[in-house]
């Protein structure tokens, strides 16, 4: 027989294979395993963070069924024309060659008692920690006369991907004069400045088009919004005219809409054959989480600010717009930031690693019009039994056109930031 | 402060010897910094208005950082940053990115 240089190596790999097997140092210590349902800000972050910083001693497994995630942040400048699809939308490759194990199918449900994931194709996957991060569902119960059916006449687009450029299509197919409608959502909801930076996308749209007859209307079940001053201020330097906004006590309260012929009716005012409807309904957390029973009654799971561990199961972290995350927002910057204290804490936990109390921070750009972007934040801790702000800030009426432009370089640098965060 | 001026602290920093502030802790650096590079690529790239801050020297980040904590610079999102760490945070913080590489 010739033996090869190829199959010595080959067998002499095979002995060492049998040596490892027959030890039982080795035997007794097979890696702890850490799940994480969720390819999103908070997903994706935690499974790059567990996966890097214990440098091959955990394994990491990311339950996310899409090969493409397209980011819900950023995704009004799509929307606007200042960004293009391809631009918000990502692979998981890298996450993958830095040593997380990507499985591309449903989390359908969490058996806490066995602790497992049951995955869509049936098969279990045990785990020592388990990190739920689905972000939000939608309520479809909760706009009268709007159901799921419903979502390809009145889109959301809250979820981002085919709702995106479904709504984008439809609000480059209004005509000059035409009326959009949008039924922004009651709290707690996905990005709170996000329905108003998306109607300063519409009303940018319209304008560049010459459309300067058309309107926006928006319906808000609050009396008050996130940057509330500063949007208004910007709407009416930018779209004189073009946005009405109208809270419970102006517009009487959201009556129904009808998707058959575009219609939304108020106590006060019939919308009828509106060239688009944009509803954003009611949100709680993704069904998974509610399934396992990790929420409480608000429909949000409750977590120990410390360390973002479910207040309900100690093998579980609940991270981004899932859970009840205090002072913060439901954003995406903030999914990142939660991601990264339990990536911490869980090391902590399964590999003595040390740890540090946790810090959380977050900051929302919004993009009023070219060159003017408006910025809230804060940076917050574990406080009281919840997550309090130590610091905020939010932008100011009459600032500078410089400030504003440095604003949006600012936004411009933070996504390039949050993107290589997450997918490496 | 604009870029010459940034470039000649640089420089100032350097033949100081950048190393001679409070030696800082950088593990606890490095669980900080996760909450800097949110915005701040770790690689060194800049991306818009995000500046680089790898590879500074100690005594610059730390006066950098104290400036913003301070309210003498401009720029609310690192005021608010800046107002939640002590003097060991932004002493392990600048340890911490010293030790990064900046992008070629």
Same mark, same amino acid.
């Given at each position: ?6 199959s ?8 060492a294979?049998?040596?490892?097997l027959?030890?039982?140092?080795i035997?007794?210590?097979a ?5 994480v349902i969720? !390819?999103?800000p !908070? ?9 890097k910083d ?6 990491? =497994?990311?339950?996310e069924?899409?090969k ?15 960004k293009?699809?391809e631009e918000?939308t ?8 830095q040593g ?5 199918q449903m989390?359908?449900?969490?058996d ?6 049951v995955?869509?194709?049936?098969s279990r ?10 972000g939000?569902d939608?309520k ?6 709007w ?5 390809e006449?009145?889109?959301h ?6 709702? +995106?450029?479904l709504?984008?299509a439809?609000?480059?197919a209004v005509?000059?004069? !035409? =009326?959009?409608?949008m ?11 996000g329905p108003y ?13 010459g ?6 209307v928006v ?9 509330? !001053?500063?949007?208004q201020?910007?709407w ?13 006590? +102006?517009?009487?309260g959201?009556?129904?809409v009808?998707?058959k ?5 108020t106590?006060?005012?019939?919308y009828?054959n509106a060239?688009l ?6 949100q709680?957390?993704?069904?998974i &989480?509610?399934?396992a029973?990790?929420?409480n009654q ?25 859970c009840i ?8 910057f903030s ?5 990264? =204290?339990a990536?911490?804490?869980i ?22 019009? +070219?060159?003017d972007v408006?910025?809230v934040?804060g940076a917050?801790e ?6 309090k &702000?130590?610091s +905020?800030?939010?932008s100011?009426a009459?600032?500078?056109?410089e ?17 290589a965060d997450?997918?490496g | 402060?604009?870029?010459?001026g940034r470039? /000649?602290?640089? @420089?100032?920093?350097?033949l @100081?010897?950048?190393q001679s502030a ?8 490095e669980y ?8 701040h690529q ?5 991306t ?22 301070n309210?003498?610079?401009?720029n609310?999102v690192?005021?608010?940053?800046a107002a /939640?760490?002590? @003097?060991d945070?932004?002493?392990?913080l600048? @340890?911490?990115?010293g /030790?990064l590489?900046?992008a070629?």
């Amino acid at each position: 027989m010739i033996v090869s240089r190829r199959s010595l190596l080959r067998s002499g790999s095979a002995a060492a294979g049998v040596f490892a097997l027959g030890a039982p140092a080795i035997l007794g210590q097979a890696k702890q395993r850490v799940v994480v349902i969720g !390819g999103g800000p !908070g997903g994706a972050t935690a499974a790059r963070y567990l996966a890097k910083d214990s440098e091959g001693k955990l394994d990491v =497994v990311l339950v996310e069924p899409k090969k493409q995630f397209t980011t819900c942040f950023h995704s009004n400048l799509y929307v606007g024309d200042f960004k293009k699809f391809e631009e918000i939308t990502h692979g998981y490759e890298k996450i993958a060659a830095q040593g997380v194990r990507m499985n591309h199918q449903m989390a359908n449900s969490i058996d806490r008692d066995k602790k497992e994931v049951v995955l869509a194709d049936g098969s279990r996957l045990s785990y020592d920690r388990l990190v739920v991060s689905p972000g939000i569902d939608l309520k479809y119960d909760s706009v009268p006369g709007w159901g799921r059916e419903h979502e390809e006449t009145m889109p959301h687009a809250w979820q981002a991907g085919d709702q +995106t450029k479904l709504l984008k299509a439809k609000l480059d197919a209004v005509p000059d004069g !035409g =009326v959009i409608v949008m039924i922004a959502p009651p709290n707690p909801y996905r990005c709170p400045p996000g329905p108003y930076e998306r109607v300063s996308m519409m009303a940018h749209v319209l304008k560049a088009k010459g459309r300067k007859n058309a309107k926006i209307v928006v319906i808000d079940p609050k009396e008050a919004f996130s940057k509330q !001053g500063v949007f208004q201020e910007g709407w009416e330097k930018h779209y004189p005219g073009m946005i009405e906004w109208m809270g419970p006590k +102006t517009h009487d309260g959201l009556k129904s809409v009808d998707p058959k012929t575009n219609t939304v009716e108020t106590g006060f005012e019939t919308y009828k054959n509106a060239a688009l409807v944009n509803v954003i309904p009611a949100q709680m957390a993704g069904k998974i &989480a509610r399934d396992a029973q990790l929420v409480n009654q608000s429909g949000f799971c409750p977590i120990l600010p410390e360390s973002m561990k479910s207040a309900l199961d100690p093998n579980i972290y609940v991270l981004g717009d899932a859970c009840i995350a205090g002072d913060m927002p439901k954003s995406g910057f903030s999914a990142n930031s939660q991601a990264k =204290v339990a990536a911490m804490m869980i090391r902590g936990e399964l590999l003595g690693a040390r740890t540090f109390p946790a810090r959380y921070t977050n900051t929302c750009w919004s993009l009023i019009e +070219t060159d003017d972007v408006i910025k809230v934040g804060g940076a917050y801790e574990a406080k009281d039994g919840a997550i309090k &702000a130590s610091s +905020t800030f939010v932008s100011q009426a009459k600032e500078s056109a410089e400030l504003r432009k440095q604003n949006t370089q600012e936004n411009i640098g933070w996504y390039a930031g949050i993107v290589a965060d997450m997918f490496g | 402060m604009r870029g010459g001026g940034r470039l /000649s602290l640089f @420089a100032f920093a350097l033949l @100081a010897g950048g190393q001679s502030a409070r030696a800082g802790d950088i593990a606890l650096g490095e669980y900080l910094s996760s909450a800097c590079v949110t915005c701040h690529q770790k690689s060194g790239q800049v991306t818009g208005g995000v500046p680089a801050i790898v590879g500074w020297p100690a005594d610059q980040f730390v006066a950098v950082m104290n400036s913003y904590k301070n309210r003498e610079r401009d720029n609310e999102v690192m005021r608010t940053q800046a107002a /939640s760490l002590s @003097a060991d945070d932004i002493a392990a913080l600048a @340890a911490y990115f010293g /030790s990064l590489k900046p992008a070629k």
